[in-house]
């Protein structure tokens, strides 16, 4: 995206823009968790008519230029200032350089967080109120015209097999009968979750594991002095 630097706008008041860069962002995270693993491992190119691909985010550009250098110090990237909190530096990338923005429309993905799942990424308590059928049923549309628009299946083998995991990991639990969980094919936290335990495991394991090497071997020692004691007590015992 290009950087115009351009005075007469700068001078100008923010413009009022009604979508959510918090949503937007963890509509973001769900398709990089949830999504992008599968269609990387395809090797499928997402089209720009298809809503998730990376250029209909209009918040994309700035969030990538938002660096994170220590718990308590945020970067601009553009004009390099820092702040404290991420809320202060997304507060500066509105005012500064609402600029940089694409406001044409279809660009803001929180409008696709209906079908996404956002809420289960948020820990917001909506996800958690009661389930309107009508909602549900908007956001099962919704979501199956994203796997049709995303992953056309006249486009081939890969494209259908994605169109189907895509109905999978987010169409299918938009209903109210609680049968399906959002993402049931997995992310990709989940395989390095794994490993985590695995080690985890295994560090608690080897210590066990060496104590009881220990334990048997003081034992067998014990035995050893035992039977070594009675066979001397037995030597002194018999008669010469
Ligand atoms: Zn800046």
Same mark, same amino acid.
């Given at each position: 995206?290009?950087? &115009?630097?351009?005075?007469?706008?700068?001078? /100008?008041?923010?413009?009022?823009?009604?979508?959510?860069?918090?949503?937007?962002?963890?509509?973001?995270?769900?398709? /990089?968790?949830?999504?992008?693993?599968?269609?990387?491992? /395809?090797?499928?190119?997402?089209?720009?008519?298809?809503?998730?691909?990376?250029?209909?985010?209009?918040?994309?550009?700035?969030?990538?230029?938002?660096?994170?250098?220590?718990?308590?110090?945020?970067?601009?990237?553009?004009?390099?200032?820092?702040?404290?909190?991420?809320?202060?530096? *997304?507060?500066?990338? *509105?005012?500064?350089?609402?600029?940089?923005? *694409?406001?044409?429309?279809?660009?803001?993905?929180?409008? $696709?967080?209906?079908?996404?799942?956002?809420?289960?990424?948020?820990?917001?308590?909506?996800?958690? &109120?009661?389930?309107?059928?009508?909602?549900?049923?908007?956001?099962?549309?919704?979501?199956?015209?994203?796997?049709?628009?995303?992953?056309?299946?006249?486009? +081939?083998?890969?494209?259908?097999?994605?169109? /189907?995991?895509?109905?999978?990991?987010?169409?299918?639990?938009?209903?109210?009968? +609680?049968?399906?969980?959002?993402?049931?094919? +997995?992310?990709? *936290?989940?395989?390095?979750?794994?490993?985590?335990?695995?080690?985890?495991?295994?560090?608690?394991? $080897?210590?066990?594991?060496?104590?009881?090497?220990?334990?048997?071997?003081?034992?067998?020692?014990?035995?050893?002095?035992? $039977?070594?004691?009675?066979?001397?007590? +037995?030597?002194?015992?018999?008669?010469?």
């Amino acid at each position: 995206m290009p950087y &115009s630097r351009n005075p007469k706008q700068e001078q /100008e008041r923010a413009p009022e823009v009604r979508c959510s860069r918090e949503r937007s962002r963890a509509a973001w995270k769900v398709i /990089e968790e949830y999504l992008t693993p599968f269609v990387e491992k /395809e090797n499928y190119q997402l089209s720009k008519k298809c809503r998730l691909h990376l250029e209909n985010d209009m918040f994309r550009d700035q969030e990538e230029h938002k660096i994170y250098l220590d718990r308590n110090e945020w970067q601009c990237g553009y004009c390099k200032k820092s702040f404290r909190e991420e809320k202060f530096i *997304d507060q500066h990338l *509105d005012n500064r350089h609402y600029n940089l923005l *694409d406001l044409s429309h279809g660009k803001c993905l929180a409008d $696709l967080c209906g079908a996404l799942h956002c809420d289960a990424v948020m820990n917001s308590k909506s996800s958690r &109120s009661k389930c309107n059928p009508a909602a549900a049923a908007r956001n099962r549309h919704l979501c199956e015209s994203l796997a049709d628009s995303c992953f056309p299946i006249s486009e +081939g083998p890969s494209a259908s097999r994605l169109h /189907e995991l895509f109905l999978h990991q987010f169409c299918d639990a938009h209903t109210c009968s +609680g049968k399906h969980k959002p993402f049931s094919r +997995g992310g990709k *936290d989940q395989g390095s979750f794994f490993r985590l335990a695995a080690g985890a495991l295994i560090l608690v394991l $080897l210590p066990v594991f060496y104590l009881f090497l220990y334990l048997i071997q003081s034992d067998m020692k014990g035995r050893n002095q035992e $039977l070594r004691r009675i066979s001397r007590a +037995g030597w002194k015992a018999k008669p010469s």
